[in-house]
């Protein structure tokens, strides 16, 4: 079994900053690309941003020079790091992974997701 695990999410004020991480555990032969997406009120999941396994980066127009994705490939950790946030930066965020396992099979995991509020 695999878990991702997203923390950070919370209430700031807009042109502040958070950091959201995603731990992955479990049964983890290696993880592949990695990303970020996010999920407003009534608008569908979007991408945020990816990072390959090593290390490039792909933001979506909208974060781009305010959001900085990196990973840690020793602890299986991904982060976020937001500034200069926007009220329409509000969303579940969510953390996805793409993981071979120990037992060889390649799969595609999610997080459950992490609240980030923008207040005006």
């Known amino acids: 079994q695999v878990q991702l695990v997203e923390s950070g999410g919370g209430l700031v004020q807009a042109g502040g900053s958070r950091r959201l991480s995603c731990a992955a555990s479990?049964?983890?032969?290696?993880?592949?690309?990695m990303g970020w997406y996010r999920q407003a009120p009534g608008k569908q999941r979007e991408l945020v941003a990816v990072?390959?396994?090593?290390?490039?980066?792909n933001y979506a127009d909208s974060v781009k020079g305010r959001f900085t994705i990196s990973r840690d490939n020793a602890k299986n950790t991904l982060y976020l790091q937001m500034n200069s946030l926007k009220p329409e930066d509000t969303a579940v965020y969510y953390c996805?992974?793409?993981?071979?396992?120990?037992?060889?099979?390649?799969?595609?995991?999610w997080g459950k997701g992490t609240l980030v509020t923008v207040s005006s």
């Open positions: 996805n992974a793409h993981i071979i396992t120990s037992s060889s099979v390649w799969l595609n995991y």
């Open positions: 479990g049964s983890i032969f290696s993880t592949n690309a």
């Open positions: 990072i390959t396994s090593g290390g490039s980066p």
